[in-house]
């Protein structure tokens, strides 16, 4: 069965770290570029980071670059994303998504709250 699974969310204080994992299943995460986005509520779904299907390339979005760090570990097929100094506007539920085909996670909830 193809698909993701992430894992990882909670509650943290601002300035706090969380790391969130994606365990992609029926296909190998170092054939796809893959990501991560957010959806906060009453707002649409942003694009956060992707890494490519090489792991050569990274790219984020603004409001995340230098906090936030998207990797893949080829051996558990998963793609993790480390988020640091974490913001009470990170506050989102997290999805983990493979671009081609539009395939996505269930998300898990990231609430960054004091």
């Known amino acids: 069965q193809v698909q993701l699974v992430e894992s990882g969310g909670g509650l943290v204080q601002p300035g706090g770290s969380l790391r969130l994992s994606c365990v992609a299943s029926?296909?190998?995460?170092?054939?796809?570029?893959m990501g991560w986005y957010r959806q906060a509520p009453g707002k649409e779904r942003e694009w956060v980071a992707q890494?490519?299907?090489?792991?050569?390339?990274?790219d984020y979005a603004d409001s995340v670059k230098g906090r936030f760090t998207i990797s893949r570990d080829d051996a558990k097929n998963m793609v993790n994303l480390q988020m640091n100094s974490l913001e009470l506007e990170d506050t989102a539920v997290y999805f983990c998504?493979?671009?081609?085909?539009?395939?996505w996670g269930q998300g898990t909830q990231v609430t960054v709250s004091s």
């Open positions: 998504a493979r671009f081609t085909g539009n395939l």
């Open positions: 029926g296909f190998a995460v170092n054939s796809y570029n």
């Open positions: 890494i490519s299907a090489t792991g050569r390339r990274t």
